[in-house]
Each structure stands twice: as structure tokens, then as C-alpha cells.
T-cell receptor, first 115, second 113 residues
Framework: NAGVTQTPKFQVLKTGQSMTLQCAQD?????MYWYRQDPGMGLRLIYY???????DKGEVPNGYNVSRLNKREFSLRLESAAPSQTSVYFC??????????????FGPGTRLTVL | SQKIEQNSEALNIQEGKTATLTCNYT??????LQWYRQDPGRGPVFLLL?????KEKRKERLKVTFDTTLKQSLFHITASQPADSATYLC????????????FGRGTQLTVWP
């Protein structure tokens, strides 16, 4: 099993450009998450999907959109990138539908720089 | 709003000693608390989970305690090794928003020979 995979690993954008970060998991998990990690700020939840067909805002959703394409895939889109979105983005998945006890499995991250 | 504080940004200890990391929270009572390890350039990896009605959990050289009166969790690594050097994150789950984790900023542990 590959676990949680993310593409791309690195990306440089210019202000105003758009892009989609891809995430896939092969663990048959119901829930998937997108976080950003900035120095001194810790991990902050952008959006999550408790189950296929549902998405909810997290702590910092502004400037992002998500799509739960199917049970395996959860994408994050930046419609008009801004320098403030320079960060490391992590996708994660967990088995339960908001069970709380489920541990989260993280992907390797995408390092995004917006110039 | 929920606030989670980890005692220090960095902790340096000698190999063989016990490392103790602290996680304090305010405003809400978590249903569960989790600890993760993160190595440079990689995603966090789950280590241990402790529920609000549990006082202590152990896994090999790791021990987690949970004191809901003090609103604090302690994470211990006994007989520490240089390979334990990493950033350790605590994360809590609130009963009202099950499935969502709220992370602390992490403590960077360095174990020197």
C-alpha cells in the first residue's frame, strides 16, 4: 500500500495563477483532510471531507476550494494564488466518519511557493 | 477559541535520559488527545492516543499522561536515542467536532550522543 500520496511535491507559482493539488489514499478511508503548515503556526486545517460527497470548511478556508472526487481522491484548488499561500500543504486521511479516535495518516506534503 | 501550547519550541537532551514534552490546552475539554512525530521534510506520523478518561498510555519507550484538571498532557521518551530527534506534535479532538484535530505548534527534540 502506498498510503497517502500527493502531487506535485514542489511547485512555484506567480501571483494570480491557479493550480490544483492532488491527493489520493489507498486505505479505503472515509475521511480526508487538507492542512497547511507554516513556520511558527503549526498545522492548520483548510478543508475536510468526513465522507464521500461531503466537504466542510476548516480553520483557514479562504482562497481555497476542494473536491472529493471519489472515496480515494481529495483535491485542493487555489483559484488565484497569493504570496500568503506560500506554505507546505499536507493531505491526510482517517478511517472513521468523524469518529475522533481515528488516527490520521499524512502524505509527504507539497511545498508551494507563490512569487 | 481553542488554544494549544507545547512547552517549548526546542528541547535538547543527552542520549539515555528521559525526554518530557508538555502540551497544555485552554477553553475546551478534549475528548481525545494524540501525539505525532514529524521528521524534516515529511508528514506527521501518529504515535499515541489517550482518551479523557485515561490517565496514562504506554507504547514501548513512550508514555503519555493526561490530566484533565490541569488541562495538560505529558509525553515521555525514556532511554532516549539520537534517532528520537524530531518534532513532536500534540493534537486534540473536541467532543463537539469529532474527526477534526487541533494541533499545537510542536516541540523540536534533539538527542545528542
Amino acid at each position: 500500500n502506498a498510503g497517502v500520496t500527493q502531487t506535485p511535491k514542489f511547485q512555484v507559482l506567480k501571483t494570480g495563477q491557479s493550480m490544483t493539488l492532488q491527493c489520493a489514499q489507498d486505505m479505503n478511508h472515509n475521511s480526508m483532510y487538507w492542512y497547511r503548515q507554516d513556520p511558527g503556526m503549526g498545522l492548520r486545517l483548510i478543508y475536510y471531507s468526513a465522507s464521500e460527497g461531503t466537504t466542510d470548511k476548516g480553520e483557514v478556508p479562504n482562497g481555497y476550494n476542494v473536491s472529493r472526487l471519489n472515496k480515494r481522491e481529495f483535491s485542493l484548488r487555489l483559484e488565484s494564488a497569493a504570496p500568503s499561500q506560500t506554505s507546505v500543504y499536507f493531505c491526510a486521511s482517517s478511517g472513521g466518519q468523524g469518529a475522533g479516535t481515528d488516527t490520521q495518516y499524512f502524505g509527504p506534503g507539497t511545498r508551494l511557493t507563490v512569487l | 477559541s481553542q488554544k494549544i501550547e507545547q512547552n517549548s519550541e526546542a528541547l535538547n537532551i543527552q542520549e539515555g535520559k528521559t525526554a518530557t514534552l508538555t502540551c497544555n490546552y485552554t477553553n475546551y475539554s478534549p475528548a481525545y488527545l494524540q501525539w505525532y512525530r514529524q521528521d524534516p521534510g515529511r508528514g506527521p506520523v501518529f504515535l499515541l492516543l489517550i482518551r479523557e478518561n485515561e490517565k496514562e498510555k504506554r507504547k514501548e519507550r513512550l508514555k503519555v499522561t493526561f490530566d484533565t484538571t490541569l488541562k495538560q498532557s505529558l509525553f515521555h521518551i525514556t532511554a532516549s536515542q539520537p534517532a528520537d530527534s524530531a518534532t513532536y506534535l500534540c493534537a486534540l479532538v473536541r467532543g463537539s467536532t469529532l474527526g477534526r484535530l487541533y494541533f499545537g505548534r510542536g516541540t523540536q527534540l534533539t538527542v545528542w550522543p
